[in-house]
């Protein structure tokens, strides 16, 4: 019998949930994904720091001030990071825009295209990448423009649906919605509760998604995210894509047994409703405390490592 993850590999496209190139290697995912967070581990590691000696001597030529020489090295850092990871992949890398510019439509423009030129400098094309936006209402204004100029996105910290269907209408490539986010949450407001993976709050939420989008016929993809357990993963088998971290990814591929497909394409073809508008988007996430604490503590926790990472290379840069 094969391991658990050969067989989930049928199912659905898996994606690494990791800036760790021995870990790429060893569990041959289609794509990776990245953020904040994970590169400064990855940084941290020393796994990359031949490859920051070469940035910072690149960044330093520039001769640009404290804060100029910073942003330039982040940015060159994780495109270069993104680079060393698609020789590992035959897919894609989702590169995320700092967190800090979730709100700001133009500045999420404009450093995306800073990352997609700086990877088209590395002979990397758009169609390798996926540039990961907060789904805030201004990440989705800012990956629709982007979408239609042949940018293709990757929208994360989905915990609502209002934030799916306003993704699904602005032509999101990618949607991540976040399971294991959700069931904290859940578990946080109910200690005594306990969730059978199917049960699960973030389970039913993505399988919700993935459903309504198959229905209506979107073709929006749909990759589960923020993993507590293998369970969840199991639960959400079908759905497009799975990032999985590696510690999960390991344990699929040790543990044997029979997988079945949950989630499967949906032949009913429903009307498409109108598009919401940003009040009733913006009021759906009002009334959702789950997702509105969650969004909002997700784009700090992005921005918190953001900023040790910047403190991290500012030092190696001298400053």
């Known amino acids: 019998m094969t391991c658990l993850l050969d067989q989930l590999k049928q199912y659905s496209t898996v994606v690494a949930d990791t800036g760790d190139l021995d870990a790429i290697s060893r569990f041959k995912p289609q794509d990776a994904t990245t953020n904040p967070s994970l590169i400064l581990k990855a940084t941290l590691s020393g796994q990359y720091d031949r490859l920051i000696d070469a940035l910072v001597e ?38 995320e825009v700092n967190a800090r510019l979730s709100f700001d439509v133009d500045a999420s423009l404009a ?25 805030t209402w201004e990440g989705i204004c800012a990956a629709r423009v982007l979408e239609q100029e042949g940018v293709q ?28 986010r959700i069931l904290d949450w859940h578990s946080k407001a109910q200690p005594d509760k306990t969730f059978e993976p199917e049960q699960e709050p973030g389970v039913q939420s993505v399988r919700y998604i993935y459903q309504y989008y198959r229905a209506l016929n979107y073709p929006t993809v749909v990759m589960g995210a923020s993993f507590r357990n293998v369970g969840e993963i199991l639960a959400l088998s079908g759905c497009d894509r799975l990032t999985i971290s590696p510690a999960l990814l ?41 997702a509105t604490e969650k969004l909002a503590e997700g784009i700090r926790g992005f ?17």
């Open 58 to 95: 690149t960044v330093q030529e520039k001769k640009l001030s404290r804060e100029d020489a910073v942003d330039e090295m982040a940015d060159r850092l994780i495109v270069a990071m993104g680079h060393l990871i698609l020789e590992q992949v035959p897919g894609r890398v989702s590169t």
């Open 111 to 135: 450093k995306a295209r800073r990352l997609i030129a700086l990877y088209g400098e590395l002979g990397i094309s758009p169609d390798r990448v996926l540039i990961k936006l907060a789904a």
């Open 153 to 180: 996105c990757n929208l994360t910290l989905i915990f609502n649906f209002a934030q799916a269907r306003a993704c699904a209408e602005a032509g999101v490539f990618l949607i991540s919605p976040f399971v294991g």
């Open 250 to 290: 390991q344990e699929l591929d040790e543990r044997q047994g029979r997988l079945e497909r949950v989630l499967a394409g949906n032949p009913e073809r429903n009307s498409r409703p109108k598009p919401l508008t940003e009040p009733e988007f913006r009021w759906s996430m009002n009334v959702d405390a789950m």
């Open 303 to 319: 921005d918190s490592d953001q900023q040790k990472l910047e403190q991290l290379l500012s030092e190696r840069l001298g400053y």
